[in-house]
């Protein structure tokens, strides 16, 4: 398990060792005494377990205990156990933890079976999981709202205009204006109205006028475009028509492609489909990378995830293509993803009705990070987001303006473009902010100087930090996916808690740390140095029933790792009913809980019992005094109190 934290110096060894206190190695005759140190996790749990008494909460810490000293073969059996015996009743982190167990041990096949059950408990569909995943993105949308300011394109007509890209000084642009044939089918592959690309402003040609660029439109659709900086490359979406000619594909329609052409001498020539084109899919939408080393575009092609994929391919010093290949995820799901554009901040732009949004194509953001994305795919909110069809969105980051396309019912024709100005930047990176105590399980007294560390899904350290003299640390990790925080300190068994991914919200996540070595003397209660679990009696009964048979045969544990202790068992009532029968009640469930211990081959001579009703309440909670039933409950309690 690659870059796993182990902690070999935790629950090494788990025994239960009496030391007597020696002045300066004087043998006799000083004064002795006995101190017993109980390590639950390992001596006491393990042994319960062998002889068949078995909880979810038992094997959940025998397990961790190993997991964390690394004793994985150990682990893996208890994990096991404890997902085929409780699995519907564990968290994730079991689930992650006994994959990641499994793969250590060399166990590939079962390993990615669990790891899979772990990453699909909520939802098998990417489309359910990103929903569940972001059940705030309502939140997220309001968050990246307001950051525009829009207006309509001033040479937008009443039919169709759309898919805008940056030009020489202007822009270049989609429409059906000069033949009139409303855009209805656009945003399938089967478009049935006659596009062409336009120009505006980019020239002295098309200053304040648009003009068509009629020696790269043909008798078909040409459709959206990108431009090299220097304006002598063009790439664009056109249907399969090339030297006069349309080819269908079985279904008989004319798919997509896109192709590039060359200015040069003075006109545009050299007009080729790309290689990766093909008659039964479609291929369109292109945009360049800000250093025109890749071409992003759609497609439907072998392969896709979902109705159309973004897809990216090399463009070679030489001009030819490398190898298509699927963004994948985060960005593209079963559903479609669109018109693709790169900012030269290497924000990948795109549509998609995949991701949780407003209605219809919603305008998406993801960082390109080291040839990679990160995990964060952000709605750009409102203005430029509707409950219609938003796409084709452009933007130059030097002056942070752009323009975008919508069928909003606002605008002049069937598509319209919008100019804007953001006013402020999308925020990918997605901090939540982590506070909280780190404290002692018993005493409840504050660590000083414990280590607080984020770990994420890999197993991979983020971060850390230490405890202060009030036993507080602040953390931050990132909440675009899922993380572990773990606090552990010398002497004490780690403890983590899971964080899934989620809106940024500030958490506090206090720990309270179980002692890898708890020591104990006479007067100590091993209830409490065992942590054990309410031992339950039924109402007005006095028989050990199956639940707290496990609690007891953790004492019966320690008792049998050390023949000379010696154990009062003490039981106690609240206030409420007759003084005299909680009285009886106790003294008759002090017996039960010391008969039974003698029935598990615990001399009498060890034990004692005695019921002492309600006369010691560790609260307020008296005859006449209205309290809640918490409050009562801490009163109706076991002791184990060793006498020697």
């Known amino acids: 398990m690659a870059n796993k934290i182990l902690f070999t110096s935790l629950l090494t060894v788990f025994i239960l060792t009496m030391t007597f206190a020696q002045e300066r190695g004087v043998l006799k005759g000083n004064k002795k005494y006995s101190e017993y140190s109980f390590s639950p996790a390992i001596d006491i749990y393990k042994k319960v377990l062998d002889k068949g008494y078995v909880s979810s909460d038992l094997l959940q810490k025998l397990g961790n205990s ?39 041990l060399g ?15 909520t939802s098998n569909d990417l489309r359910s999981k990103i929903l569940k ?12 709202s307001g950051r525009y300011d829009i207006d309509l394109f001033e040479y937008n007509s009443k039919y169709s205009d759309f898919a805008p890209a940056f030009y020489k000084e202007g822009l270049i642009f989609s429409s059906d204006r000069d033949t009139g044939n409303l855009a209805k089918y656009r945003h399938t592959w089967n478009s049935r109205d006659f596009l062409d690309i336009y120009k505006v402003n980019a020239d002295s040609s098309s200053s304040n006028t648009v003009v068509k660029m009629n020696m790269i439109n043909s008798r078909l659709h040409e459709s959206t475009s990108v431009a090299t900086k220097d304006g002598n490359t063009i790439y664009f979406t056109r249907n399969n028509f090339i030297d006069g000619k349309s080819t269908k594909d079985d279904e008989g329609i004319v798919r997509l492609k896109v192709f590039r052409i060359i200015w040069k001498d003075g006109q545009w020539s050299n007009l080729e489909e790309l290689p990766f084109n093909g008659d039964g899919y479609s291929v369109a939408h292109p945009a360049l990378s800000p250093d025109e080393k890749t071409l992003y575009f759609a497609s439907d092609m072998p392969g896709s995830l979902g109705e159309s994929d973004i897809y990216k391919v090399t463009i070679n010093e030489d001009g030819t293509f490398g190898t298509p290949e699927n963004l994948g995820l985060p960005i593209n799901t079963e559903a479609r993803e669109t018109f693709p554009f790169v900012s030269s901040e290497n924000i990948l ?41 938003d796409f084709s969105y452009i933007i130059n980051e030097d002056n942070k303006r752009g323009y975008f396309a919508s069928n909003r019912a606002e605008g002049m024709g069937a598509d319209d473009i919008y100019g804007f100005l953001e006013t402020r930047p999308l925020i990918f990176e997605c901090l939540q902010p982590i506070t909280g105590t780190v404290r002692d399980k018993i005493s409840n007294e504050v660590l000083v100087g414990a280590t607080v560390k984020v770990i994420n899904e890999d197993n991979e350290e983020i971060l850390s930090a230490i405890t202060d003299n009030r036993g507080n640390y602040t953390l931050s990790c990132d909440c675009n996916q899922g993380n572990f925080v773990r606090a552990q300190t010398q002497g004490y068994m780690p403890a983590e808690e899971y964080l899934p991914i989620s809106n940024g919200k500030a958490t506090i996540i206090d720990f309270y740390l179980e002692r890898e070595i708890i020591k104990a003397g006479f007067g100590d209660d091993l209830a409490k140095l065992l942590q054990l679990s309410t031992i339950y009696f039924d109402f007005g009964k006095y028989d050990i029933r199956r639940d707290a048979e496990i609690e007891i045969q953790k004492v019966i544990a320690a008792m049998e790792k050390y023949p000379s202790l010696k154990i009062k068992a003490n039981s106690h009532t609240d206030s409420r009913g ?49 309290c809640s039933g918490e409050k009562h409950q801490l009163n109706r309690r076991s002791e184990f109190i060793i006498l020697e």
Request: hydrophobic content about 30%.
């Open 107 to 121: 166990d590939y096949k079962n390993s990615d079976s669990i790891l899979t059950r772990f990453a699909d408990m």
């Open 578 to 626: 007759p003084d005299s029968f909680n009285l009886w009640l106790s003294q008759k469930r002090a017996e039960s809980t010391v008969n039974y211990m003698i029935s598990q081959g615990i001399s009498s001579e060890r034990l004692e019992g005695e019921g002492y009703g309600e006369t010691r309440l560790v609260n307020e909670c008296d005859d006449g005094v209205k």
């Open 66 to 104: 190993y997991y964390f000293n690394a004793n994985f073969e150990e682990a893996g059996k208890v994990y096991k156990q404890l997902i085929e015996k409780y699995g519907s009743e564990v968290g994730p982190e079991y689930y992650f933890r006994y994959g990641q167990t499994l793969k250590t």
């Open 133 to 144: 995943t972001t059940k705030d993105y309502m939140e997220e949308i309001a968050r990246n």
């Open 349 to 389: 732009y795109f549509s998609s009705d995949g991701h949780p949004g407003l209605g219809g194509l919603d305008i998406f953001g993801i960082k390109i990070k080291n040839g990679g994305f990160t995990r964060s795919v952000l709605n750009v909110g409102e203005p430029v987001n509707s409950k219609w069809d």
